[in-house]
């Protein structure tokens, strides 16, 4: 793909913010070239109890950042005795990020609910800068799905329209990404804890007739 | 002759003529991790906008966050506050310039700890600004940014360049990126004129600028914020956009 900098790699991951928690999803699909190693990973990966990340690019390098984030959380929370707030996981990831920024392939996107600010959603891109936002897509499959999602999005969204808009864009993306596909996993993040879903390939939202 | 063919006893084990060679203990950080060179920018910004008016200093920048031609964070906001006194504007990498900002941010507040009541003047944090980023780049592990850096101190304007080769200058005006191709000229244009701008001619001169830009610069967006600085302190203004004028897209018809 042209622009400077720019690798592809594959995946299609999102989150939304909603008043009360957010929505986050991916799709399942891990491939080394064009064989699909496992058709069913959950990127959706847990970084404490109201705090999740969704990982794209080398599975390697985002496994092994979110077991030191993992870490490095969970000994911040024993000390506050509090659980911890998402910004804090976010700016850690940043500081993994930035710092090793030339060794690693990581575009991460850190999404929860804290008491302080509720459901946040904070996009590390590739080069450890971090935005909060409140919507992100990322990885390979995610460039498919700009339109639509711009398109679709309104603000002040419930949690149920946010599931549908985001099992809708993760749908849209698998089917034109060639790196992205399997079952959607979704999951919904708020005060009372995390609800978990997944869509299979059965269920998921058809677009096109052919 | 012999000479050519025999290996010279001071050269065992190293180099021949004319090869590249890295010295054996060659220094990396200590104690904090390899903070390896940064040869890829990723997500970046584009032009900065300078001019100096009489009684201040006007910056402006867009607030677009570029992924190579991706427009992909279009809220991302490049100019800060230093000080009641200073402003500053970076294009470049948008994580490498959030890592000077912590880092400047973290300097303005242990010298408010001092509690002397002296501040970083703006030629103080030009200054070293520029040291810091010519070293880097001496140690191949640059900032990949060009900051504009805008103030007001003892009565006078200051504005001035420093980019991630540590070349530095001041002047009238300034502009990075595309901005130097197209924007500079017509900052010269009206300032070599007429030197002494009132604040909203260089609003007036700023925002036709950025609307040039939008017209022809791909990697810009149509929303840009305007920091000022003046004798009152600092103010940073926006999100606004420009009106654009498509009308002879209808003069235009096929390609010949």
Redesign the interface.
């Known amino acids: 793909?042209?622009?400077?900098?720019?690798i592809v790699f594959s995946t299609t991951i999102m989150a939304v913010e909603f008043d009360g928690g957010v929505v986050i999803g991916a799709d399942s699909r891990t491939t080394t070239g064009a064989y699909i190693a496992n058709r069913v990973t959950d990127k959706l990966t847990f970084i404490h109890d109201h705090i999740f990340c969704c990982r794209s690019g080398s599975a390697a390098d985002t496994q092994a950042i979110a077991d030191v984030v993992n870490y490095q959380l969970s000994f911040h929370s024993i000390e506050l005795d509090e659980p911890p707030l998402v910004q804090t996981a976010a700016n850690l990831f940043k500081e993994l990020c930035?710092?090793?920024?030339?060794?690693l392939t990581a575009g991460i996107i850190v999404a929860g609910w804290d008491k302080r600010k509720g459901g946040q959603v904070y996009?590390v891109?590739?080069?450890?800068?971090?935005?909060r936002?409140s919507f992100s897509i990322g990885g390979s499959g995610s460039?498919y799905i700009?339109g639509y999602v711009d398109s679709s999005y309104k603000p002040g969204m419930t949690k149920e329209e946010c599931l549908e808009f985001t099992a809708n864009a993760i749908s849209l993306a698998m089917e034109r990404d060639g790196s992205s596909g399997g079952v959607i996993r979704l999951a919904a993040i708020t005060e009372a804890g995390v609800e978990r879903k997944v869509i299979l390939g059965s269920e998921l939202p058809r677009f096109t007739v052919s | 002759m012999e000479v050519c063919n025999r290996r010279m006893n001071l050269w065992a084990n190293g180099p021949s003529p004319g090869e590249l060679y890295s010295f054996p203990g060659s220094t990396s950080c200590v104690g904090v991790g390899p903070v390896k060179t940064t040869l890829n920018p990723m997500v970046t910004g584009t032009s900065v906008l300078g001019v100096k008016f009489n009684g201040g200093v006007m910056i402006a920048a867009d607030m677009l966050g570029s992924y190579g031609s991706l427009a992909r964070f279009r809220s991302i906001s490049r100019l800060m506050k230093v000080n009641d006194c200073t402003i500053l504007g970076a294009s470049g990498d948008y994580a490498d310039y959030q890592y000077l900002k912590q880092v400047i941010e973290q300097m303005v507040i242990d010298e408010e700890l001092l509690g002397d009541g002296h501040h970083y003047s703006p030629k103080a944090m030009h200054s070293w600004l520029t040291r810091v980023m010519y070293n880097r780049r001496t140690r191949m592990n640059p900032l990949w940014n060009t900051v504009v850096l805008g103030g007001f101190y003892n009565g006078e304007s200051f504005l001035g360049y420093v980019d991630k080769l540590g070349v530095a200058y001041e002047s009238p005006s300034i502009a990075t990126g595309f901005g130097a191709y197209l924007a500079q000229p017509l900052m010269r244009e009206v300032m070599e004129t007429k030197p002494d701008l009132s604040r909203d001619e260089a609003r007036q001169l700023i925002e036709r600028c950025l609307k040039v830009l939008y017209y022809r610069d791909a990697r810009s967006y149509n929303k840009f914020e305007i920091a000022t600085v003046t004798e009152g302190g600092v103010e940073i203004e926006g999100p606004f956009s420009s009106e654009t004028n498509w009308d002879i897209a209808h003069m235009v018809s096929g390609f010949e």
């Open positions: 793909m042209s622009g400077r900098g720019r930035y710092r090793y920024r030339e060794d996009t891109p590739m080069g450890g800068m971090i935005v936002q460039t700009y």
